[in-house]
């Protein structure tokens, strides 16, 4: 995970124009070709890019490495990522690294991710980190459609602020938004919404009692329930649990959902890599190791 040397606090913000602000979008289609997955379509707008390195070669599948070229997202910028697996399609998409959502001089920004996955069709949802810095304001929707017989992973890490740097992310706002959906039935649906003095209620114990990162797992597949069991003895649920992460997982209707919150981000990271194998994947994308 990489960010930025410099401080967050400098102080006063200074507002930028609306007319300014960044508006990313990516559009990445993947096609069955025989028995390997193709690029069928590719549309690039704003600092949004999609790259396919021959080093993310992961068997059949297409590996796409989404990049942000402003570096980060600051308040009022907007990104909108689109990404569509055709039929017997492998598709896997990560991030070149972590995202970082600046502070705010007020403006909210938006992130959008729109997901298709066609009958028989797989796609793997791996992006690196996504980083608040203290004062950021961002609402993000993470929708998907999910055909029959096709399998979606979405694996999802938050880091509010930089533990590394004494820094937590105190104030500000952070609305997550997710709704998939199964042939057009709505079969998850989950809301975050943190506001206000942010700092103190993480610090209740019945909400995160002070933990800094969290992370959401969510695999929609034939065979997701039957991953239950080795899921959790990757994680050491329930009674070998690393002492300074919680967690847990249930599956459910074709769903296995784990959630894991940790005061220290590295620890969490560990727990993703443990239980990505259990998932269905051999290796995490090449560029999580960069």
């Keep these: 995970m990489y960010v930025t040397a410099l401080p967050s606090d ?59 070229t402003g570096g980060g997202i600051a308040g009022g910028d907007a990104v909108a990522t689109q990404m569509i697996a055709r039929a017997g399609a492998h598709l896997v998409a990560t991030t070149q690294a972590a995202e970082k959502i600046y502070r705010s001089d007020g403006a909210v920004s938006k992130i959008d991710v729109d997901l298709l996955v066609e009958p028989g069709a797989s796609l793997d949802w791996l992006p690196q980190w996504t980083i608040l810095f203290d004062q950021a304001r961002v609402e993000r ?11 979606l992973l979405l694996v999802e890490p938050v880091a509010l602020g930089r533990a590394a740097r004494g820094e937590r992310f105190a104030t500000g706002a952070l609305h997550d938004r997710w709704r998939i959906r199964r042939n057009g039935r709505l079969i998850y649906a989950d809301g975050l919404d943190l506001g206000g003095d942010i700092a103190k209620l993480l610090d209740r114990p019945s909400i995160a ?21 080795a899921v959790r003895a990757a994680l050491g649920l329930p009674d070998d649990l690393a002492p300074t992460l919680e967690a847990g997982a249930s599956a459910w ?34 560029i999580w190791h960069s």
């Excluded at 025989?34 to 704003?46: D, K, N, Q, S, Y």
């Excluded at 993310?56 to 590996?63: I, M, N, Q, S, T």
């Excluded at 993470?142 to 029959?148: D, G, P, Q």
């Excluded at 009692?209 to 069991?229: I, K």
């Design 209 to 229: 009692l002070g933990a800094a990162a969290f992370a959401t797992v969510l695999l929609v597949a034939p065979d997701a329930e039957a991953r239950l069991e």
């Design 10 to 68: 400098f102080s006063p913000i200074e507002r930028v124009p609306a007319g300014l602000r960044s508006h990313g979008r990516v559009l990445v289609e993947a096609r069955a070709l025989g028995e390997r997955t193709v690029l069928g379509r590719l549309e690039e707008a704003g600092p949004s890019r999609a790259r396919f390195p021959r080093s993310g070669k992961r068997g059949a599948a297409l590996e796409a490495v989404l990049i942000n």
């Design 253 to 286: 209707d074709g769903m296995l959902s784990v959630r894991l919150l940790a005061r220290d981000s590295a620890v969490l990271d560990k727990a993703l890599r443990r239980i990505i194998g259990e998932l269905g994947i051999a290796d995490p994308p090449r």
């Design 141 to 151: 929707t993470i929708s998907a459609e999910v055909r029959e017989g096709a399998r």
